[in-house]
């Protein structure tokens, strides 16, 4: 029997006012229709709600390039066509095309998983859930697969800040590519994925064979499955899978990416969970007792979206079992014919064999006993919390934004960033398209150039600030070379 646990939930009543473009199957409207599900439940009375605080530009370049950001911040759909260059460089147009509010929408997501990230910090909740977070594929310089900034390399930097070591867990149909590749090179996050793999389905990324590389090597996993996953199998890999990692890497905090696009009936999916499968992974990472970040991520079914995060919500706020009839609210029509809120599993057939799977599992689970057991942190020195009320601004480089800003330039000056606290390349650019796979165009080739420059960059930075680079630059530059093949 598990106890009830102290549950902050993040949610800001823009997020579902803005549309990505017309027909697009990301829509922030599902997280409303969640929250609106999630209050006529009475969720709310049974947790901390609040409105997360903005992630500030700033905030962004934590992990993002500056560039990047500023682009983000003045591109307009009516300003686009001036960006050419731009928007083929940081991959916005097709998939992840530039809409109206596009970086409040980003502020709002990023800053719900900070803000998360910071309170299970200062220990004022034990859970922290933020549905509109999630979006794993944004790359430092780069957006992804519906994904523009990722709030949850963001959260887990907040988290590292206290934690020695942070497991992110993915449960998303889609590989956690942005995350995997941003913490490659450390061992102070395990990075865990269970994925669709295979026959280019998007990102194309994630094989068994990714365990991360140099200091990072083996605290990435990647778990690829095949069509049809259903309820039984996937979450007896999970658990077994999670069992081990937890008993070799320990980790301090967890945070979970409860991508609903691994449902039944998704449109852009090709699993066969249902929400008590899915839910059963949830309340699997609850049991553990650590400090939990939930995240939102994929989904595009509207309808099983908000009845998956409402119905984990229950489950993390550990309410009884919910009748099956769902209660009357503002977006009850939606949930026609049947007005359930669970999902019955389709017929299609599952394609991962069962000794498939317990190969894939023995292979991970070896890679975990070769790892060090624990690692350690070390003494430096913890960079300013995200969120302090007290910190004064003295600066004018983004007045705009003052408000949200929690750093002066002395302390941006004499910060101690931990070194490969995290990885920025563009080793791993994502070619394939989630929505609308197009044919390479003569943008393609201005890509590649871009690719080359800023690895050089990235080579630079890193010689400039730890002088040997030898290992690491052989084996980023093998990988690099086969990627542009
Ligand atoms: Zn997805």
């Not at 000794?355 to 023995?362: E, G, H, S």
Request: aromatic share 14%; glycine share 6%; hydrophobic share 30%.
């Amino acid at each position: 029997m598990s106890q009830r646990k102290k549950v902050h939930y993040f949610y800001h009543r823009d997020v579902g006012n803005y549309e990505y473009a017309f027909g697009h199957p990301m829509k922030p409207l599902r997280i409303r229709m969640a929250n609106e599900l999630i209050k006529s439940y009475g969720f709310d009375q049974k947790m901390e709600i609040y409105t997360p605080k903005k992630c500030s530009q700033l905030e962004m370049t934590k992990f993002h390039s500056d560039e990047y950001i500023k682009f983000l911040k003045s591109v307009t759909p009516q300003t686009q066509n001036l960006y050419p260059i731009q928007m083929t460089r940081f991959n916005v147009g097709d998939d992840s095309p530039i809409f109206n509010g596009l970086f409040d929408f980003c502020r709002i997501s990023a800053g719900g998983s900070i803000d998360g990230a910071e309170r299970l910090n200062k220990k004022k909740t034990e859970i922290a859930i933020n549905w509109a977070g999630g979006l794993h594929h944004a790359k430092s310089s780069e957006a992804s697969g519906f994904c523009y900034v990722n709030d949850i390399v963001l959260g887990i930097l907040e988290l590292l800040k206290y934690h020695p070591r942070v497991l992110y867990i993915d449960i998303d149909i889609h590989h956690g590519d942005g995350v995997e590749e941003a913490f490659l090179l450390t061992d102070r996050v395990m990075t865990c994925s269970f994925h669709k793999y295979g026959y280019g389905y998007f990102p194309g990324t994630g094989n068994i064979k990714d365990i991360g590389l140099e200091k990072g090597k083996k605290y990435s996993v990647n778990f690829p499955l095949d069509d049809g996953m259903d309820d039984e199998s996937y979450v007896e890999i999970f658990k077994k899978t999670i069992n081990a990692v937890m008993k070799y890497y320990q980790p301090s905090a967890i945070v979970l990416q409860c991508g609903a696009d691994s449902l039944a009936g998704d449109r852009l999916g090709c699993f066969n969970l249902t929400l008590k499968g899915h839910g059963k992974c949830v309340s699997y990472i609850r049991s553990f007792n650590k400090p939990l970040l939930v995240l939102g991520g994929g989904g595009y079914t509207m309808k099983n979206v908000s009845r998956c995060w409402a119905y984990e919500t229950s489950l993390l706020i550990d309410e009884e079992e919910l009748p099956n009839q769902l209660p009357l609210h503002y977006y009850y029509d939606y949930y026609c014919p049947d007005y359930h809120l669970h999902l019955e599993p389709s017929s299609m057939a599952n394609k991962n064999e069962l000794k498939d799977l317990d190969k894939q599992y023995q292979e991970i689970y070896e890679n975990l006993r070769d790892i060090i057991f624990v690692p350690s942190v070390g003494n430096r020195t913890r960079p300013q919390d995200f969120y302090d009320k007290e910190y004064k601004v003295q600066t004018d480089q983004y007045i705009n934004e003052k408000s949200d800003f929690r750093f002066t330039e002395k302390d941006l000056n004499t910060q101690i960033d931990p070194i490969n606290e995290f990885y920025q390349s563009s080793i791993y650019k994502s070619r394939k398209k989630l929505w609308t796979p197009k044919k390479p165009t003569e943008k393609s080739q201005f890509f590649d150039l871009q690719s080359i420059d800023r690895f050089n960059i990235f080579k630079k930075h890193l010689f400039d600030n730890y002088n040997s680079i030898s290992g690491q630059e052989k084996e980023l530059g093998k990988i690099f070379k086969k990627k542009r093949k």
